[in-house]
């Protein structure tokens, strides 16, 4: 019996001992399979997340165009349908030109229980402008030239003397640019300086001589090469930079 016993507890298996260096830990090549995984996954993520963070950049810019389309309402409701004056132009003066813009009104209207720095950089801003530009804009401009004016004392110049237009007076209010991205706080109307000078060199006309900010102090293209604007009907859209530049009907608020 004794013996039998000796011999069952000879021939039983011993456990194997685990390698001192598997304890607790990953090999090599497992950390470079896992790295390599991650890498794949990344990089099929990243082309959709991307896409998403532009295409939410270009509502947020879309969404304030909106807000001011409002803003412009109220303010013609309050002023006989006037849009707001460009700024104020006294004859004499160095500089010539004082506040409020046009910005700087609309702001008011949207927020007026925040500071002033406050309501421009939160109503007429675009996520995807950077500085430099004009101090009373964050990337959306207007129309500049003869929808939107200074008003002035004496002056026989459109763009200077008359104050900004009647909403009515749009004669095609779901077509004409009020307002579009832009660097500074203004874009030349092309119907008043013609664009005849190819700053970016892509054989398109994209400057008037008036200037040497290019696109006349508008950037519109941030958006996967398209511009937000507001109409004079109030409702956002997106057009291609081509569109922007040569169509100048665009630009013009009479028939």
């Given at each position: 019996?004794?013996?039998?016993?000796?011999?069952s507890?000879?021939?039983?298996?011993?456990?194997?001992?685990?390698?001192?260096?598997?304890?607790?830990?990953?090999?090599?090549?497992?950390?470079?399979?896992?790295?390599?995984?991650?890498?794949?996954?990344?990089?099929?993520?990243m082309?959709?997340?991307?896409?998403?963070?532009?295409?939410?950049?270009?509502?947020?810019?879309?969404?304030?165009?909106?807000?001011?389309?409002?803003?412009i309402?109220?303010?013609?409701?309050?002023?006989?349908?006037?849009?707001p004056?460009?700024?104020?132009?006294?004859?004499?003066?160095?500089?010539?030109w004082?506040?409020?813009?046009?910005?700087?009104?609309?702001?008011?209207f949207l927020y007026?229980?925040?500071?002033?720095?406050?309501?421009?950089?939160?109503?007429?801003s675009?996520?995807?402008?950077?500085?430099?530009?004009?101090?009373?804009?964050?990337?959306?401009?207007?129309?500049?030239?003869?929808?939107?004016?200074?008003?002035a004392?004496?002056?026989s110049?459109?763009?200077?003397?008359?104050?900004s237009?009647k909403?009515?007076?749009?004669?095609?209010?779901?077509?004409?640019?009020?307002?579009?991205?832009?660097?500074?706080?203004?874009?030349?109307?092309?119907?008043?300086?013609?664009?005849?000078?190819?700053?970016?060199?892509?054989?398109?006309?994209?400057?008037?001589?008036?200037?040497?900010?290019?696109?006349?102090?508008?950037?519109?293209?941030?958006?996967?090469?398209?511009?937000?604007?507001?109409?004079?009907?109030?409702?956002?859209?997106?057009?291609?930079?081509?569109?922007?530049?040569?169509?100048?009907?665009?630009?013009d608020?009479d028939?």
């Amino acid at each position: 019996m004794s013996h039998a016993n000796h011999t069952s507890r000879a021939q039983a298996p011993r456990p194997t001992a685990r390698p001192a260096w598997r304890v607790g830990g990953f090999t090599l090549i497992e950390l470079l399979v896992v790295i390599a995984v991650i890498s794949v996954l990344a990089s099929m993520l990243m082309p959709t997340t991307l896409r998403a963070m532009r295409q939410s950049q270009k509502t947020t810019c879309q969404s304030n165009h909106m807000q001011l389309g409002h803003a412009i309402k109220a303010y013609g409701v309050t002023f006989e349908t006037y849009l707001p004056p460009f700024g104020y132009w006294v004859i004499g003066d160095d500089p010539p030109w004082y506040e409020p813009f046009w910005s700087c009104n609309l702001a008011d209207f949207l927020y007026p229980h925040l500071s002033y720095e406050e309501r421009l950089e939160k109503a007429i801003s675009c996520p995807l402008w950077t500085p430099p530009g004009s101090w009373y804009a964050r990337g959306i401009t207007c129309n500049f030239g003869e929808v939107f004016c200074y008003v002035a004392d004496r002056y026989s110049y459109r763009a200077v003397g008359y104050g900004s237009m009647k909403l009515p007076a749009i004669h095609r209010p779901s077509y004409t640019i009020l307002l579009t991205d832009g660097q500074c706080g203004y874009a030349y109307s092309p119907e008043v300086w013609p664009r005849e000078k190819d700053l970016d060199g892509d054989g398109i006309f994209d400057t008037g001589n008036n200037t040497s900010s290019i696109y006349g102090g508008g950037a519109p293209f941030r958006h996967d090469g398209t511009s937000n604007i507001l109409c004079g009907d109030g409702h956002v859209e997106s057009i291609s930079a081509r569109e922007w530049l040569t169509n100048n009907k665009r630009w013009d608020p009479d028939p």
